[in-house]
């Protein structure tokens, strides 16, 4: 009898324990992208406006959710954005629409819907992360002509972030190469913000010097030499050069430079802007297989479409972000100073081919840091 | 496979007090295979598509080559020094009554439940150039936040439970009347200690270096921070398996995973012989 007793009881708390776990597993499976899925404010909007007569008038559509996976600096972005997306769209179809967010690292939230999170539109730093996606057949393969602007609605460069004073006096990227200068940047092999600076620094080293590759390879070499310390993402290299107080200069995307500014106080830190520098295009694409099999390709369509228009574009601007409407653009001209810009496609290509030679295994990043040279 | 539980069981029970084998080693099997086998048989499978030069390209990569000599002879370094001092910090809370002993021994854990991504920010804030402990010992030329000694002090700190915790028991249990015999049979203080205590606490201080040995080896979380990254004097093996992945290359980060899992496999396997061993012949 006690026996039985003992048996019975062993048997189902084990059984409540696999349970326990594979109700785990497939939780962890559903969020794959990290704690960072969120349900913003806009789903408070959504409620508020359910009231109004005019929801109620147009013809009844189920609410729909749409997943953006997105990279770390655009949180405060689309937290605004996606309120005034909601409001819009429930304006022009009496459609509910709720957008969660999810933020990370640009590579990780790619691996993230390779691996199978369902994201409905994906918003990343650079082209590369999308072609990932694209190659596996998410993605149909003209994304990138799909939007206006390569498919990147807003734009962002690379600038200096200096302490008060600019007591090193830095000016522009040959500063950066001086002895006692230390720069702080991320690791290109872990961050893609990180590969844009060093393309950043390599387009201007081109230009100096008739576009000689070696000379262009000497000077980003001599500027990592500089480098003491490579953290793994962009947000990580903000933190050793803010609260650390390591590094006279940190190479930042300008909207991460604002930003540090704006928590910070003016008066610790001011951008300087290279003479030169890259022209970032963080694209914008809607994950084909998975908005078919949802059905929400017409809302995640305008829900990209809608960055492009007048509000679109303010709210990226008033988030750091530079515009590509020219009427926006003249209105934040003050925000944004002019500064001579290349593209990736002007001075490397496509993302493929200048990762497979400056960043993949054994590539010119690679090759700086062997012993020797 | 049940046929021979059944019947192992049967074998068994007959010897036993207690019943229920067959059920505990069915469910320990399975929860072993849940838990540990089938995630490292999935690493095994994720591999398949590595062709052997791919395999080998890849891991004698000077990059990989590097990231694993700072790895290996970071956590060697961290599980000695931890062997050391945790051994001195059993003792003490063992042997000695003192105020606060409680509070003392709660503290050891504290690197258990510590999430490490914390001890690594809190670590790098302390001993980076302007930290508290950094300041002071920038001066002296001694520079510990992003170099080799920096993982090291973060690998201390990740393992030192696994020492204390583990001496700690087996100094409880220890007869001190052996050590007074010895004595009273006119051993000296380092006598008694070589020839009666040590031969009872190596096996245990043995376990409790493979235990932070090997975690070291593994560890991510709170040396990033510190390590500073630079490939080939401070970047960690697991470090690269996340630059792979960054650059979507599954099959490569499989490769460092694969030969990281096989050298802490061998290490676990030499070091729980040599227990065995030391075990043996203390007896």
């Known amino acids: 009898m006690k026996k039985g007793i003992k048996k019975g009881l062993i048997a189902g708390f084990t059984l409540l324990l696999t349970a326990g776990l594979t109700a785990c597993g497939n939780n962890n499976a559903g969020n794959s992208a990290g704690a960072a899925t969120e349900a913003p404010a806009a789903t408070e909007a959504a409620a508020n406006t359910a009231a109004t007569p005019e929801a109620t008038k147009a013809p009844a559509k189920d609410p729909v959710e749409l997943l953006n996976v997105s990279y770390d600096p655009t949180r405060e972005l689309y937290e605004n954005y996606n309120k005034a997306f909601a409001a819009y769209w429930e304006q022009e179809t009496g459609q509910k629409v709720t957008i969660k967010q999810s933020h990370g690292g640009s590579g990780k939230q790619s691996r993230a819907v390779l691996d199978g999170l369902e994201a409905d539109v994906v918003t990343l730093a650079l082209g590369y992360d999308i072609d990932a996606l694209q190659e596996t057949g998410l993605i149909g393969a003209d994304w990138q002509s799909k939007y206006e602007h390569n498919s990147s609605p807003y734009t962002s460069t690379i600038v200096f972030l200096v302490r008060k004073g600019n007591p090193k006096g830095i000016k522009d990227w040959p500063d950066l190469l001086k002895d006692d200068v230390e720069v702080i940047t991320p690791n290109p092999k872990t961050s893609g913000g990180a590969r844009w600076n060093y ?84 694209p914008v694409a809607v994950v084909d297989k998975i908005v078919d099999k949802r059905g929400t390709r017409e809302v995640a369509d305008a829900y990209l479409k809608y960055l492009y228009t007048e509000e679109g574009q303010k709210i990226a601007a008033e988030n750091y972000y530079r515009p590509t409407l020219e009427s926006v653009k003249e209105q934040f001209k003050d925000q944004f100073p002019e500064i001579k810009l290349f593209t990736l496609a002007d001075k490397f290509g496509t993302w493929k081919e200048t990762q497979e030679k400056h960043f993949n295994d054994g590539g010119i990043f690679d090759k700086i840091y062997v012993p020797g040279s | 496979m049940n046929v021979t539980t059944n019947a192992a069981a049967a074998a068994v029970s007959r010897r036993r007090l207690l019943p229920g084998f067959g059920i505990t080693m069915g469910f320990s099997v399975l929860y072993l295979s849940l838990v540990v086998l089938l995630p490292l048989s999935a690493l095994l499978f994720n591999s398949t598509g590595l062709s052997w030069a791919k395999f080998w390209d890849v891991a004698t990569d000077a990059r990989v080559l590097a990231s694993y000599r700072v790895s290996l002879s970071t956590a060697a370094a961290a599980a000695l020094i931890d062997a050391v001092l945790g051994l001195l910090l059993a003792w003490v809370l063992v042997r000695y009554e003192f105020p606060g002993k409680r509070l003392f021994d709660a503290l050891i854990d504290l690197p258990f439940a510590l999430p490490t991504a914390v001890a690594g920010v809190s670590l790098t804030a302390l001993y980076s150039q302007n930290g508290w402990i950094g300041s002071l010992l920038e001066p002296l030329g001694l520079r510990v936040a992003f170099t080799p000694l920096g993982i090291t002090l973060a690998l201390m700190f990740i393992g030192i439970p696994f020492v204390v915790r583990t001496v700690q028991p087996v100094l409880e249990d220890l007869d001190r009347d052996m050590e007074e015999a010895s004595a009273t049979l006119g051993a000296g203080r380092w006598r008694t200690f070589v020839r009666i205590v040590m031969p009872e606490l190596f096996p245990p201080l043995l376990t409790g270096f493979a235990l932070a040995f090997a975690r070291g080896i593994g560890e991510y979380g709170s040396v990033v921070f510190i390590s500073g990254n630079m490939p080939m004097r401070t970047e960690i093996a697991p470090l690269l398996i996340m630059s792979k992945l960054e650059q979507f290359d599954y099959a490569g980060a499989t490769a460092v995973a694969l030969l990281l899992l096989l050298i802490s496999f061998l290490m676990l396997l030499v070091i729980n012989s040599l227990q065995h061993w030391a075990r043996k012949s203390s007896r």
Do not use: H
């Not at chain 1, 393309?199 to 070696?214: C, H, I, K, P, T």
């Not at chain 1, 050793?240 to 928590?263: C, H, M, P, Q």
């Open chain 1, 199 to 282: 393309l950043a620094a390599w387009g201007y080293a081109l230009d100096q010097n008739n576009n000689d590759e070696a000379k262009a390879q000497e000077f980003v070499q001599k500027l990592f030499k500089n480098v003491p310390v490579l953290d793994t993402g962009a947000r990580g290299s903000t933190t050793t050069f803010v609260e650390r107080g390591i590094g006279d200069v940190l190479i930042a995307w300008e909207n991460e430079a604002y930003l540090s500014i704006k928590e910070l106080g003016p008066d610790k830190f001011e951008i300087v802007n290279p003479s030169e520098s890259i022209l970032a295009e963080p």
